[in-house]
Each structure stands twice: as C-alpha cells, then as structure tokens.
C-alpha cells in the first residue's frame, strides 16, 4: 500500500466523524431528548478518557518495567512520566483558566467598558461563542488530541511495514470515531443551540482533521514521547468537558434517564473499541 493510500484512508478514519455531528442542528429537541443526547455525550467522552489514559500510561509501565529490570533507562522512565503529568496536567488547566479569563472579563463587555472593548478585539473567535458552542468547541479539541494519538498509531504501523495492522487501525478507528461526533453535538443540542453547517465543518475538522495529521507525522517521525504527549494533553481537556457537561446534566434534570444515556455512551465507546480488539490491533 502507497503513502498516498495510507494518508487517504487515515483521512477517511478521522472525517467519519463528521456523521454524529448534524445531530446538533435538530430544531428545538424535547427537554428529554436533550437530556439523552447531552449524557450520552458523556458516556462517550468517559470512555474516551479511560482509552486516552490507559494508551498513555503503556509505554510509560512498560519504561518503567525495563528500568527496574535493568534492560532500559531510568532517565526515559523519568521523562516519559514527567511528559505525562505536565500533558495531562495542561490540557486540563489550561481550559480551566481561559474559561475563568473569559468569565472575569465577560461582565466589563456587558456595560461597555473601554477594556473590555480592548480586549474583544483580541481575545479571538473562540471566546465570542456562546457557552455551549465554546464547550462544543472544547470537546471537539480533546477528541482531536486523542485521534492525533490514534493517526500516529496508523501512520507507524504503516512505517514499520505492518499494513495489516495499520488497515485494521484504519477501519477500526473510523468506526469509533463515527460516535465522536455525538459527542461535539450533544451539548449544543441540549441548550437548543442550532449551530450553522459552517460550525460543524469546523468542529470536524478540530476533531477529525487531525487523524490525518497524525497519520502523516506518524509515517515519518516516531517516539513514545509524541505519542505520550498528545494523549496526556487529550485526557486533561477532556476531563474538562466531562467535568461542565455532567454540569449540564444537572441543569437538565432527568437524573434516572441521564444515567441510561451515560451508560448507553459508555457502551458504545466499549463495543468500537471491540472491534478493534476482535481484530487483532
């Protein structure tokens, strides 16, 4: 299989994201509903995270497991954990501040302010959405973090010859990444935000785009350090957005049927990530 074949179908793994996302532009959802769609999200982003953070913490047990053994380096069991908790540690606080930066300066724009008015002119497209499509926007960014981990993995299996694996990963992947998009689109659906065509593409892009990225890169460079990084800073944003969408969750009420919705995300994110396992990746 050609390079250009490989960077083709790590294209189409990551874009199939895009066929969760219409959801979102349901026209005013039944209060239920909502409730459905915003803790299936978090049943989804669940899994997510304990998939991010187990495939981080791999090759750094396994650094470790050598060094004891005396096979490998303690100085590369050091740096791969120090990589791991400084990801994970600024992929989560990093949200956190810039939602608090936005929300300490937020109140100043309503009255008009002349700092505020400064600040609008440079603060960005992302803090002039609105609070869900912001979180959206979020969610779309941890999910490409984690797809650019999985992109490394193609793109690797693909530059050490092993096709078969890397086929697998492709096909696998772009089955679970299809449920991704409920994810981006959960929370807009629940505050009854109708997003453009236009914002969804970009939040496919945010969050499937970088599959193909990974891919590229991974077919190139390898190195536990990359791919441990870009897992740890996945898990720390999105523990963010689990963390604002339960929020939601409780504004929304509905705990007993948001608990099946949860679970039913969490299913879901189990059964594709069989599939991979049925298959041998």
């Known amino acids: 299989m050609s390079t ?12 199939t994201i895009f066929l969760g996302l219409p959801i979102a532009r349901l026209q005013r959802p039944a209060p239920r509903l909502k409730a459905v769609l915003n803790a299936f999200s978090v049943g989804i982003l669940v899994f997510l995270l304990w998939d991010v953070l187990t495939k981080a913490v791999e090759p750094v047990n396994a650094a470790l497991l050598r060094a004891n053994a005396g096979r490998g380096s303690w100085a590369h069991f050091a740096a791969l954990a120090a990589v791991m908790a400084a990801g994970t540690t600024f ?40 609070p869900a499509e912001r979180l959206a926007f979020f969610i ?14 193609i793109g690797q299996s693909a530059a050490s010859g ?27 659906a629940a505050e009854g935000i109708r997003p453009s065509w236009g914002f969804l593409a970009v939040m496919g892009l945010v969050g499937g785009g970088p599959t193909f990225i990974g891919t590229a ?16 800073l ?26 099946w919705g949860i679970l039913a995300g969490l299913m879901v994110g189990f059964a594709t990530d069989m599939v991979l396992t049925a298959a041998g990746a």
Not at 140 to 153: D, K
Not at 235 to 259: D, H, N, T
Request: net charge neutral.
């Open 4 to 15: 250009p074949e490989i960077l083709l179908l790590g294209a189409i793994a990551g874009f």
């Open 140 to 153: 779309a960014l941890g999910i490409g973090l984690h797809n650019f981990g999985e992109g490394l993995a």
């Open 234 to 259: 996945a898990a720390g944003s999105i523990l963010y957005v689990v963390v604002e969408l339960l929020g939601v969750a409780r504004k929304l009420g509905f705990k007993e049927l948001a608990m």
């Open 162 to 188: 092993e096709l078969r694996l890397a086929t697998v990963l492709i096909v696998g992947f772009a089955l679970h990444n299809a449920t991704e998009g409920f994810g981006i689109s959960g929370p807009l």
């Open 91 to 130: 992929g989560l606080m990093a949200l956190v501040y810039y939602e608090r930066f936005l929300a300490a300066n937020r109140p100043a724009r309503a009255v008009g302010a002349a700092p505020a008015v400064a600040l609008t002119a440079r603060e960005g497209l992302v803090a002039r959405l609105a």
């Open 217 to 232: 890169i991974g077919q190139a460079v390898t190195g536990e350090v990359l791919f441990v990084g870009f897992l740890a």
